[in-house]
T-cell receptor, first 116, second 114 residues
Framework: AQSVTQLDSQVPVFEEAPVELRCNYS??????LFWYVQYPNQGLQLLLK??????LVKGINGFEAEFNKSQTSFHLRKPSVHISDTAEYFC??????????????FGQGTRLTINP | DADVTQTPRNRITKTGKRIMLECSQT?????MYWYRQDPGLGLRLIYY???????NKGEISDGYSVSRQAQAKFSLSLESAIPNQTALYFC?????????????FGPGTRLTVT
């Protein structure tokens, strides 16, 4: 079974500072990896995804993530955050190639708070 | 208009009551999901449906049931609500032909069981 661990439940950052949200996963098989964002009082929306190929993936709103197979990590980064990035961020994984291939397993979430 | 809608958006109910949460989508997707979100636990899958005739239990289905009335509608029922079912509930849809693993979420229903 797959599992996802987000290492920080809350991350406070000043505006225009860089940020990294950490995500580690466990799986004995190949996986697809995702970051979703949940803005206040809204549902989740896809930020970016890694399926294959280049290990550095770029998403919306200036975010990027790097897949590291040896460290089983998929950390999310942004070089300069904005107040509007305040949200909860979820890392997710699903397994490649089985009938339930779109059953996502989510991490616990990281609440990113941007302070002026 | 939103592609995935959920009704009601907020609900307060008493222990023992039956309650239904409804989800409708205009995306034309075959696959639909129900999750609950609890602080510190992320999202956990309750039930999912890959088409109208296919219903599957997720990791936390006890105390819940679902109905897939049509491709566009997927309802979640709590037959006898209990306080630890207080949570934020999300419906989601997906289409494997439009992006592996990408799911589209509704705005959520905040349920409080007193």
């Amino acid at each position: 079974a797959q599992s996802v661990t987000q290492l920080d439940s809350q991350v406070p950052v000043f505006e225009e500072a860089p940020v990294e949200l950490r995500c580690n996963y466990s799986s004995s098989v190949s996986v697809y990896l995702f970051w979703y964002v949940q803005y206040p009082n809204q549902g989740l929306q896809l930020l970016l995804k890694y399926l294959s190929g280049s290990t550095l993936v770029k998403g919306i709103n200036g975010f990027e993530a790097e897949f590291n197979k040896s460290q089983t990590s998929f950390h999310l980064r942004k070089p300069s955050v904005h107040i509007s990035d305040t949200a909860e961020y979820f890392c997710a994984v699903n397994r490649v190639g089985i009938q339930g291939a779109q059953k996502l397993v989510f991490g616990q979430g990281t609440r990113l708070t941007i302070n002026p | 208009d939103a592609d995935v809608t959920q009704t009601p958006r907020n609900r307060i109910t008493k222990t023992g009551k039956r309650i239904m949460l409804e989800c409708s989508q205009t995306k034309g997707h075959d696959r639909m999901y129900w999750y609950r979100q609890d602080p510190g636990l992320g999202l956990r899958l309750i039930y999912y449906s890959f088409d109208v005739k296919d219903i599957n239990k997720g990791e936390i289905s006890d105390g819940y049931s679902v109905s897939r009335q049509a491709q566009a509608k997927f309802s979640l029922s709590l037959e006898s609500a209990i306080p630890n079912q207080t949570a934020l509930y999300f419906c989601a849809t997906s289409d494997p032909g439009q992006g592996v693993g990408e799911q589209y979420f509704g705005p959520g229903t905040r349920l409080t069981v007193t």
